[in-house]
């Protein structure tokens, strides 16, 4: 037997303290990963190949990488999710990493569907079935929340909707998943990410945390206060022709007007344009590469940033992202439209502005009338407010589209609390108006602002129910319905006065001015446009109450708050449009009826006595098996 010489005694005792040979996350996702069309658009074996630049995010969370914080700010349907399934795979097939982990979606339905969808495929495979031990009837050990696997581990998944999920147990390995579209506060414990963080302070250095995230609103944004402490890596690709490297961004992406199908990303340096069949090789690895892009960062913490701008072949398109883009700004909600295409598509904060509109813009684009209402306008509605000393109420008439036209403005002065500014509105409520077609219009409905002198608008109103007239108040608030179902409101009478029973319409003031103003905002005829007319009323000061507030948005505790405000002390001109659209949303008509009767020869008719409706409109409203008028008369009965 040779004798064993001195320096192979070195390297084999070296080789007794080299660190096990186990796999990268990546590596152990093309090795074991298989997609199901339940998964992913492209089933089958997971490749690296097809998205190079989740590799580099995907092996920072590998058990032999030092990092400890992975923040992946993205656009949407570009990856980032998947990473984290990924990981969760690997914990689970690598026994030396076995230990719990806690997953949290936005919401406990969200937690469940991605168990379903994502996971439970995956738990199927044999390198990661092999340490789940087989459910008993009577061991709650294994449930839909819970997988216990190994001798250490165990999988949590929760909704960050719920504290109790969020406090199951401490973790060593934390996947908080889209943070942004979680609650501002949980169950009134505070929020959900400093509760999911604290579920690993007992594992310190030795902990992990994943957290992917389309970003929100600028300020209000969860992912963009932790990508800000992060040194910020982005993916640079090389220019095909000339080789400067770059990122992928908006400013790069050319096309011809009016066609987006030729859109190509242009290097800035030499201005060759790559298609997108260039992007195999954009993306490569060995081509493209994360760097850095800010110093003075913690050394175990990365963050990354990847706009769906980098969609492999075969997911979105430049052409599609640019038709979107295109597309939001042409849309009547555009502030909307472009934030969410910021959001998705750039993989960026949208930044709030002040939602306003320019009152010289309005009236400078007044028009003449043929007639009192145009040929498109088929009702009309009218909308009062209550002041101290008057009655302010302008006629809006509305077509498909809800397109409309002020079509006159009136007010009438007195105490509200006698009854000649009442009696005065009364007289005006019966007005006719020519129609286009020949045939006289006239109002139809109305609402009428019951926030002050309640107890009169209620008496008259009640007195009026016939003719369509209703109570309204408005209501501050995001996310309220534009009119909500009535609810009812009593009011005692005087000793041997009748009391007064009404329904009360209570309106979304926030809602109702988002949609005026979105649409004051239109530059081009059709549904939504506003019309105003060169008449008696109009007038530069009414241009200016319509114009009379803006949004401004607010930060309040770490959360996005649009907050109406008045610019002047008068704008009884938006809060008379308000209500009448109002009526528009509580009678609902149907164009097509409206349409035949205003648009077809008009007929010599005798006039009818009763409710003063517009012709044809009894058969224009939308007849439903229940309605908020017939529910309440019940009610009432």
Not at 22 to 34: C, F, G
Not at 155 to 179: C, H, I, K, V
Not at 270 to 284: I, N, S, V, Y
Request: with cysteine.
């Amino acid at each position: 037997m040779s004798a064993i010489r001195a320096e192979d005694l070195l390297v084999y005792f070296g080789e007794g303290f080299m660190p096990p040979d186990r796999p990268q996350v990546s590596e152990w996702a093309e090795a074991n990963r298989v997609l199901t069309r339940k998964e992913s658009p492209f089933p089958g074996a997971w490749n690296n190949d097809r998205t190079p630049f989740l590799v580099e995010p995907m092996d920072c969370l590998s058990m032999d990488s030092p990092i400890r914080v992975v923040i992946f700010m993205k656009g949407g349907q570009i990856g980032g999710s998947e990473i984290g399934n990924n990981w969760v795979g690997y914990l689970m097939a690598e026994p030396a990493a076995h230990g719990p982990i806690l997953m949290v979606l936005p919401t406990d339905q969200m937690a469940r569907r991605t168990r379903r969808q994502r996971l439970e495929p995956m738990m199927k495979l044999p390198c990661v079935a092999r340490w789940i031990a087989p459910k008993k009837s009577r061991d709650g050990g294994n449930t839909q929340a819970l997988t216990e696997f190994g001798s250490d581990g165990i999988l949590g998944m929760a909704g960050a909707n719920s504290s109790a999920g969020l406090s199951q147990f401490s973790a060593r390995y934390l996947f908080p998943d889209e943070p942004d579209r979680y609650p501002e506060d949980v169950d009134g414990e505070g929020d959900p990410m400093d509760l999911i963080e604290g579920r690993a302070s007992a594992y310190a250095a030795q902990s992990k945390m994943f957290v992917p995230c389309t970003p929100t609103i600028d300020g209000a944004s969860r992912i963009q206060g932790l990508f800000k402490n992060t040194d910020q890596r982005r993916y640079f690709v090389p220019c095909l022709r000339c080789g400067d490297y770059d990122i992928i961004s908006w400013k790069r992406l050319k096309w011809e007007k009016g066609k987006p199908e030729t859109v190509r990303l242009v290097c800035l340096k030499c201005e060759h344009g790559h298609t997108e069949r260039d992007k195999p090789e954009l993306l490569r690895i060995g081509n493209a590469e994360w760097r850095q892009t800010k110093e003075g960062c913690p050394p175990d913490v990365r963050g990354y940033h990847l706009p769906q701008l980098y969609a492999p072949l075969g997911m979105r398109t430049w052409e599609a992202q640019v038709r979107q883009f295109l597309e939001a700004n042409e849309h009547a909600d555009r502030r909307r439209k472009l934030k969410t295409w910021t959001n998705l598509v750039l993989g960026e904060v949208w930044k709030e502005e002040g939602t306003g509109a320019d009152w010289e813009k309005l009236f400078a684009r007044r028009e003449q009338f043929p007639t009192d209402v145009p040929m498109k306008a088929l009702v009309i509605l009218a909308g009062v407010d209550v002041q101290d000393d008057r009655l302010e109420a302008t006629a809006w008439a509305f077509g498909r589209g809800e397109e409309s036209w002020a079509i006159e403005t009136r007010v009438f002065f007195g105490d509200p609390d006698t009854s000649a500014p009442w009696e005065q509105l009364d007289d005006w409520l019966g007005s006719s108006y020519q129609h286009e077609s020949g045939q006289p219009m006239e109002i139809t409905g109305c609402c009428v602002d019951a926030n002050y002198k309640t107890d009169t608008v209620y008496r008259w109103v009640s007195a009026r129910s016939h003719r369509r007239v209703w109570a309204i108040q408005g209501r501050g608030g995001e996310g309220r319905p534009l009119v909500a179902a009535p609810v009812t409101r009593k009011r005692a009478g005087a000793p041997g006065v009748e009391a007064v029973v009404v329904p009360l319409f209570i309106v979304g003031s926030d809602t109702c001015k988002g949609l005026i103003y979105a649409r004051l905002n239109l530059t081009e005829k059709g549904p939504g446009y506003i019309h105003v007319p060169v008449r008696p009323g109009f007038d530069e000061e009414w241009a200016q109450q319509v114009c009379g507030e803006v949004c401004e948005p607010h930060i309040h505790q770490g959360r996005l708050r649009r907050v109406w405000k008045p610019t002047r002390a008068r704008v009884e001109g938006l809060d008379c449009f308000q209500y009448a659209l109002a009526a528009l949303y509580i009678l609902s008509p149907v164009w097509d009826a409206l349409a035949e009767t205003y648009h077809d020869e008009p007929t010599p008719q005798e006039p009818e006595k009763g409710p003063r409706l517009s012709p044809g409109f009894q058969s224009a409203v939308r007849r439903r098996p229940t309605n908020w008028i017939n529910d309440w008369k019940r009610k009432k009965s």
